[in-house]
């Protein structure tokens, strides 16, 4: 599995936009990137996932560069329930569900 | 989506010790994962428990240490035995969305271990 890094912690407003970058400078052609976030005191709620198409839920946005080594997070208008640790996982898609391997992720903290 | 609650959600335990966690699944799953994580720390796997075999460890967990039951497909326990204030972690549990995406998972919220 590729090696991610994303930032330690990151400040944003209330209402603005969040972006949380990750970056994936040995991922192999057949690995996904997965996001999940982890709110103080609860398990992870997996977010989205790409495999290189930008990609869009209820939740949020993935924008994954052309050359697929780096992506990006979106919240589109941050809240102070969106306060949690933001984990990227690069995964190769498989037939049944495996382990999933948790860096250290990215602390986002909203402000109001 | 799939709930999955666990028991207890807090203990405070005396080394030398076990503690047996229960991990339950409004839903049948093949497969369920338990993970350990550390004050301060992310979560790191501990075993994955398949229905109907043994569980299979991640370097650095024993069986011995970790047992893992999986009496069917919603349910299983991890016991922690003989503690040390070092296993002093938030244990979850999760299994695989009805998705059927590889990697989407849904957790429990945790059980939070103190060992003193």
């Known amino acids: 599995d590729a090696k991610t890094t994303q930032p330690t912690s990151m400040d944003c407003a209330e209402g603005r936009a969040a972006n949380l970058p990750c970056n994936h400078s040995t991922i192999s052609g057949n690995e996904y990137v997965y996001w999940y976030r982890q709110i103080h005191s609860q398990g992870p709620q997996y977010i989205i996932h790409?495999?290189?198409n930008n990609e869009t839920n209820e939740m949020a946005s993935l924008i994954i560069t052309e050359d697929r080594k780096s992506s990006t997070l979106i919240l589109p208008h941050a809240t102070l329930r969106d306060t949690a640790v933001y984990y990227c996982?690069?995964?190769?898609?498989?037939?049944?569900?495996?382990?999933?391997?948790f860096g250290s992720g990215t602390q986002l903290t909203v402000l109001p | 989506s799939a709930v999955i609650s666990q028991k207890p959600s807090r203990d405070i335990c005396q080394r030398g010790t076990s503690l047996t966690i229960q991990c339950q699944v409004d839903?049948?799953?093949?497969?369920m994962f338990w993970y350990r994580q550390q004050p301060g720390q992310s979560l790191t796997l501990i075993a994955t428990?398949?229905?109907?075999?043994?569980?299979?460890?991640e370097s650095g967990f024993v069986i011995d240490k970790f047992p893992i039951s999986r009496p069917n497909l919603t349910f299983s326990t991890l016991t922690v035995s003989n503690m040390s204030p070092e296993d002093s972690s938030i244990y979850l549990c999760?299994?695989?969305?009805?998705?059927?995406?590889?990697?989407?998972?849904?957790f429990g919220p945790g059980t939070r271990l103190t060992v003193t």
């Open positions: 999760s299994a695989p969305a009805p998705s059927g995406l590889p990697y989407e998972q849904y």
């Open positions: 839903s049948q799953v093949t497969m």
């Open positions: 428990a398949n229905q109907g075999s043994e569980a299979t460890y």
């Open positions: 790409g495999l290189k």
């Open positions: 996982i690069v995964k190769v898609s498989s037939g049944s569900a495996r382990q999933l391997t």
